[in-house]
């Protein structure tokens, strides 16, 4: 569900066969066009959301924006900067250093006094912005975290952590010094609101105009991982030794957090006194499995960061408490056997359900019935717990001088940032998300407006005003949105065309894979 950072290598012996059939100046040539169109057509005050209809009459983030909108979360304005300085280190064209700069401006124009940001930016002020969650957010029935204003940021969905590690980025660039403040400004938020035990909540500061959860520990959408990850971000380039406690500490989180025998595994956040607690109404108090394989993951790179065999010493104890909670051949969806949710005590399976139409007369609950289970959050997940276990044991073989060899805890000196972020894109819940065609063909569709027309799988229905207190017939129990009034996000059966952001991302990474082939 996240940007994250891969090795170019890998993709650039997929696409240099397909490079070499294009020459260098037509690729460029489709950059330079795709790229004005978004920043001197598509952009807002140099930022964006995620898709946008032709005429511009509508436009949609995670969920539909105001014009006056931009979306933060990945793949939003940060993704976009990511993007332009990659286009930059494989052109040399400062073109693309100023649209990266533009979207850095928006981003700070929009951080949060505290240090962090929000899904979005409303450059029309909290009016609109309050107004925007008393209508369209409100009536997003499974769209939880967008139903309640508070006066905050969020750790959520890698959006604050992508902004921070953008102008962390943009920073070491050219060690221009007015991105500074608010590079500081978020070093600090990220600082000041960690738990002494290591967690961080998932918002803050906390307001109490949104539920209880979002001050809870939180493992949920990597925001321990990713905050993990900026820090020492920070510490490689900047060398700045305020965050090496803040890290061990991060680290030391995931270890206490564990649950002990019979079910050695984690919830997706806990409370302050360290219990899993639920969360959105469709996030039970239970023990997740797709939680529990990610940290398994965490736990490992945490011994190749520190060659502490702390962080391997219960990873067995995981993965045969995973494996004992596999279901049966041919349960499960596909290739997902292992249930989300298993129920704290009893290491049952336990499914979530909705009933009624929208946000007004419909609830969330669960019971240990597989049958209709919820179609915007899977019931199942695909863990390979054979190979977890062969790195493991792998890992454990190493010692540890050897484990922390390339660790950036360990270096001597400060360590440059890859040149290139997005190399492989995770494009989260944008639901428009599509494998980029060849640079042949890229070149060929790039339209005469300069955009690739893109079908828009996801739509939503307009608002129209507060659902009804009855519920409106038809089965609402698996799909993506419920009655008239659900604002939430779905699948089109029919898409229409338009401008998609991760589209353009996605494209725009091809090609410069195609460029970095050539050189």
Known sequence: MILRLFCAIALILVTAPQARAQSQEEIEQTMKRATRFMVEEVSTNGGYVW?????MSRRWGEIEAKPSMIWVQP???ATMGHLFLDAYHATGDEYYYQAAEKAAAALIRGQHRSGGWNYFIDFAGPASTRHWYETIGKNAWRMEE????????TFDDAGTSEAMQFLLRLYVEKLDPKYRPALDKAIKFVLESQYPVGGWPQRWPYDPE???????????????AENIKFLTMVYQTLGDTRVVDPIIRAMNAFVVTQLGPPQPGWGLQYT???????????????????????????????YRMTGETKFLARIPEALDWLESVRLPEGQGSGDRH?????????????????????????????DYNPEAPLGHYSAYRAIDVAALRREYEALKALPPEEAVRSSPLHATERTPLPRYFVVDLETGSDLNARDAAEPATLVRTLNDDGWWPTPLY????????DGPAEAVPGDYRSTHVGDASDTSPYTAETP????????YIANMSRLIAALIAEQ
């Open 51 to 55: 898709s946008y209809l032709p005429d």
């Open 75 to 77: 793949p939003g304005t």
């Open 146 to 153: 967008f139903q309640h204003y508070a006066d905050n940021a």
């Open 210 to 224: 949104y539920p209880e959860y979002a001050r809870y520990i939180t493992f949920n959408d990597d925001v321990a």
């Open 272 to 302: 302050l006194d360290l219990k899993p607690a639920g969360a959105r109404t469709y996030e039970p108090n239970a023990l997740h499995t797709g939680t529990t394989a990610a940290n398994v993951r965490q736990l490992m790179d945490f």
């Open 338 to 366: 292992f249930p989300t949710f298993i129920e704290i005590g009893t290491n049952r399976p336990i499914y979530v359900h909705r009933r009624g139409s929208n946000v007004v007369n419909g609830e969330y609950y669960w």
């Open 458 to 465: 996801a739509t939503s229905n307009p608002y129209r005003g």
């Open 496 to 503: 229409v065309t338009g401008i998609s952001t991760s589209a």
